[in-house]
């Protein structure tokens, strides 16, 4: 019976070691100089070589015909034993995941007390997996690892090193560390054509470019799966025999759920879904497959050369090459980067999986905060129409139907959930003279929201909320303002007043104005029993501060919330005009949109 390629072609020499020259190197180097040390800690990915150039180094110490550089000559009865991992008196390899107590550390120490079978040869003691080794077994062999027999060499293998320092942190110290690299496709490709070219077994290219990118790194697993693919048929190997036997999906598949994003056609992406569903496609392969094709699309895009995809997957990307945009390949990736930790753990994987390339169909429909933000400065110069915001890959501004405002179309409401935060319209709907009116009967006026969520009608031909600066208001001479005016200079009259009396400026954080008379009597709508009763007390100097910026007001009126209790409660609604009074204060730009766009907080 044949063996495995995997121990078939094993390196035999330093030399023959894939990518780990600067381990294979410096160990050849210590047995030629005679610096050999008596422990070694080889960490790294699984299939890299650790147990493999831990034999080497078993090799070279006891071979009987080693060269002076330190290399084994792989073919003398001790080389040949050890190669092939044969009982040997002198070079022990122990699995530490089945003998991790410490009564398996305490018989590996007193054998390790027993002299080599010769004058001129080494123990050496090989503990693969040595992670799994107890505190206690690692106890039990600080002694002898600080202060080996003569002519005793320990060599650890772990995939996992950081679990020795939380164990046995006194170890690390006693011991010369080894980090393996993973092995790159190029390396791993170099290595397949030359054990295939010893097999007489002809490959494509990119057949094998596709079991380099499912080896992951790791040389052992390339080959394994090199003769799984043997396995399956005589014959050169092929694209289509790799796919098959490795269950991988097809390279079409990908691209044809790349033309229904590109199409923006969502409506075609169950079915092909679905069909890969039937056919028993694991679907967390099938995104691990999709992000590696929508990365290399990004390279083109880019103007980049993708690297590690076939000739065909190339020419294909080239040809569909402008149909999305950078930026929109950047939110895909980012997409599936995000829900790729909840997708394996699932059991609504299928789901998950249409929901996420619907968006992907959908993101012509999405809007960007640039182009918000866009919009804005074209309709604050003054203008009775607002700029147009420009058009780009990712989303639209339109204009709605009322009063010529702007409306925004978000399409991944439907994909995203409501989870998110967004921006919506909505509001209160209150009369300049305190006269509640239905959306119904705005007549030509639209309905603006305020930053603490109070409405107020705003006529057609009135100055918009927010457009205005603040030495407009001052320059009314004393005519009475409307609601809209009151409102839009609200915070700015607050914070002024805070600066200069701190106490009047922290009551009128729980004060709404709500309606003014054609007289200038300005009502506000106070929130809590206790608010309510200190402001009634400091109404003059109350009505003294908001004079300069409001001078049309002669008169205030308080009124309290309508079920508020005697101290204030934190409500839903509170949370979210708070939220957004803090984003206006915060920066003007923003502040500008939200007055401009009618936009308020939604959980």
Known sequence: MSLALARKYRPRTFAEVAVQSHVSNTLKGAIARGRVAHGYLMCGPRGVGKTTLARVLAMALNCENKRSDGEPCGACVSCQRIWAGSASLDVVEIDAASNRGVDDARDLRERAMYAPSGGDRWKVYIVDEAHMLTREAWNALLKILEEPPPRVVFVFATTEPHKIAQSAAPVLSRLQRFDFKRIGPAEVRERLTFVLAGEDVSAESDALAIIARAAD????????????????????????????????????????????????????????????????????????????????????????????????????????KGLLSPGDLIRMLSALAEIEPRFRRSAQQQLLLEL???????????????????????????????????????????????????????????????????????????????????????????????????????????????????????????????????????????????????????????????????????????????????????????????????????????????????????????????????LRKRDPVLRAAIDELDLAMLD
Do not use: C
Not at 268 to 283: H, K, N, P
Not at 453 to 476: C, N, Q
């Open 356 to 582: 996420l390339l619907v968006r992907f169909s959908l993101l012509d429909r999405t809007v960007t905060i640039e182009e918000l933000l866009r919009a804005v400065p074209s309709s604050a110069d003054g203008g009775s129409e607002p700029g147009p915001a420009g058009r780009g890959s990712s989303g639209t501004v339109s204009r709605g139907a009322s009063g010529g405002k702007e409306s925004v179309r978000q399409s991944d409401r439907d994909a995203s959930g409501p989870s998110q935060s967004r921006m919506r319209r909505t509001a209160e709907d209150v009369a300049p003279e305190g006269r509640r009116i239905d959306g119904r009967d705005r007549g030509a006026g639209g309905v603006r929201a305020s930053s603490r969520g109070v409405a107020a009608v705003e006529d057609a031909h009135a100055p918009a909320v927010g457009r205005a600066p603040s030495p407009a208001i001052g320059s009314l001479h004393g005519a009475v303002p409307d609601i809209n005016t009151v409102v839009g200079a609200w915070d700015d009259a607050v914070a002024v007043i805070r600066q200069d009396r701190r106490t009047l400026g922290s009551l009128l954080e729980h004060v709404l104005p709500t309606a003014i008379t054609a007289s200038g009597t300005l009502t506000l709508q106070v929130d809590g029993a206790s608010a309510l009763d200190a402001l009634t007390e400091k109404t003059s100097d109350l009505l003294a501060a908001l004079r300069p910026r409001l001078p049309g007001v002669v008169k205030l009126n308080l009124r309290r919330s309508e079920g508020s209790a005697g101290s204030s409660r934190m409500s839903h609604e509170s949370v979210r005009s708070d939220t957004v009074a803090a």
């Open 217 to 320: 790194g790791s040389m052992r697993d390339a080959l394994s799966l090199t003769d799984q693919v043997l396995a399956l048929g005589d014959g050169a190997i092929t694209v289509d025999r790799v796919r098959e036997a490795l269950g991988l999906v097809a390279e079409d598949e990908y691209l044809a759920v790349l033309d229904i994003i590109a199409a923006r056609r969502p409506a075609d992406i169950f079915a092909i879904v679905g069909r890969l569903v039937e056919l028993g496609v694991d679907l967390g392969q099938f995104m691990a497959g999709l992000g590696e094709l929508l990365r290399a699309q990004l390279a083109v895009e880019l103007g980049a050369a993708p690297q590690d995809i076939s000739e065909n997957a190339r020419r294909a990307l080239d040809e569909r």
